[in-house]
């Protein structure tokens, strides 16, 4: 995992990107940061399945607000999915 520039990012993209958001690479693949806010894993018991609204107790590790932000690397599509040619499959 590296990070890299937008700028970059817009090259290997091809396209336009926020150039407010992070991007990086994870082996060849173009990702972009997303920040997830849920229940701190250190002060609450909410499995890893569990998507609902949910905060913990408070501990030193969120700074007691029992929520806590954590970053995932999300893979960015630089390649069109749907072509126009193949029949329209995708329903948008
Ligand atoms: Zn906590």
Redesign the pocket.
């Known amino acids: 995992m590296s990070e890299i520039t937008w700028q970059e990012a817009e090259k290997r993209a091809g396209t336009r990107l926020d150039r407010r958001k992070r991007y990086g690479l994870v082996g060849k693949t173009l990702c972009e940061s997303v920040t997830i806010t849920g ?6 018991d909410v499995g890893d399945y569990e998507s609902a609204p949910h905060r ?13 932000r954590t970053k995932h690397w999300v893979p960015l599509l630089t390649e069109p999915v749907a072509h126009p040619a193949n029949g329209g499959k995708d329903a948008k």
């Not at 913990?56 to 806590?68: F, N």
């Open positions: 229940a701190c894993s250190g002060c609450s913990g107790a408070g501990c030193e590790e969120c700074g007691q607000r029992g929520r806590r």
